[in-house]
């Protein structure tokens, strides 16, 4: 197990296993020292989320779509260990854009965001802080409530 998947494991956090692909992609690319990921959602076991994986997100279930956006941030990193071998490869966390199927009338894309970039900053420390995008709209794929993507930095 490498270090990053102890220090997310001591924290009880189990990194899953690379998602399957729900079309024609892979869920990561690496070029050069580049890895990019595909859109993630919040799958648990093949299904998105029962509560806050699905669904527009308002004020009252704000705090279910950032443990959404936690559980899309693990199969992000799954993604990128798939691409690269090891978590421990991850030199930096550069880029994270989450999507937010939103309310209307609902402004804080920012808070539901910050919960992948909690995930993030556990699993890698100073070198997860990252540059971010948080975008409201109208809906995703499957009726999910956030998608998000990485791109993160890597040793050969």
Do not use: W
Not at 20 to 32: E, N
């Amino acid at each position: 197990m490498s270090e990053i998947e102890t220090r997310l494991k001591n924290a009880g956090i189990l990194l899953p296993e690379t998602p399957t692909p729900a079309g024609i992609y892979v869920p990561a690319l690496r070029s050069g020292g580049l890895v990019y990921t595909s859109g993630q959602l919040p799958f648990v076991d093949g299904s998105l989320l029962e509560q806050g994986g699905r669904g527009k997100v308002n004020e009252i279930n704000q705090a279910q779509a950032a443990i959404a956006a936690r559980v899309a941030t693990l199969n992000a990193l799954a993604a990128v260990k798939g691409a690269v071998g090891s978590l421990d490869a991850v030199e930096r966390v550069l880029k994270l854009t989450v999507y937010v199927a939103s309310e209307s009338f609902f402004s804080n894309q920012h808070i539901v965001a910050n919960g992948a970039s909690a995930v993030l900053y556990e699993a890698f420390g100073e070198n997860g802080k990252h540059v971010r995008s948080a975008i409201g709209v109208a809906e995703l794929p499957l009726d999910a409530s956030v998608e998000l993507e990485l791109v993160v930095s890597c040793s050969d």
